[in-house]
């Protein structure tokens, strides 16, 4: 399973046309103007064309990372070893001080994270999962997905 998080990019709609030209919007998303002004809207078809490439398994290395319709998505699979290395095109989650976790889900995170530091592969499929006990598919898939962070 490959997971991304993708940056649509904005489009001209009716809805973005108000918010350019509304009272309301020129004052709570005064910047939107600007990504017309300086023709970086996308059509509606990019989008939809990046998760039909993203879809088609030839960027599978970059999957848990932040892709955008303004990336060369060849030169992100060319470099997927440093961007792996580097963490680059990366989420990341940091959580307010004293804020409390279960036990049992910081048990599984660690285990997530530590299959991502000694670089767990993607191997296997779902289905060889379920030949395991609850508890051991659900680390395994963590392992898997190194989404923690």
């Known amino acids: 399973m490959q997971v991304f998080a993708i940056g649509p990019g904005t ?6 046309e108000h918010s350019v030209t509304s009272e309301k919007g020129r004052r709570w998303i005064p910047w939107l103007g600007l990504i017309f002004t300086e023709k970086l809207e996308v059509s509606m078809e ?19 990372r932040y892709v955008t319709v303004f990336d060369d998505l060849d030169a992100l699979v060319l470099g997927a070893a440093e961007i792996e290395r580097e963490g680059l095109y990366s989420l990341c989650v940091r959580k307010v001080t004293g804020a409390r976790t279960p036990a049992a889900l910081t048990a599984l995170l660690s285990t997530g994270e530590r299959c991502r530091e000694e670089g767990s592969a993607l191997h296997g499929h779902l289905a060889g999962m379920s030949l395991m006990s609850p508890e051991a598919g659900f680390r395994e898939l963590l392992c898997q ?4 962070s």
């Open 11 to 16: 489009t001209r709609t009716a809805m973005s």
């Open 46 to 64: 990019r989008p939809g064309q990046l998760a039909v490439d993203l879809d088609s398994r030839r960027a599978d290395a970059l999957s848990g």
């Open 145 to 148: 997905l190194s989404v923690i």
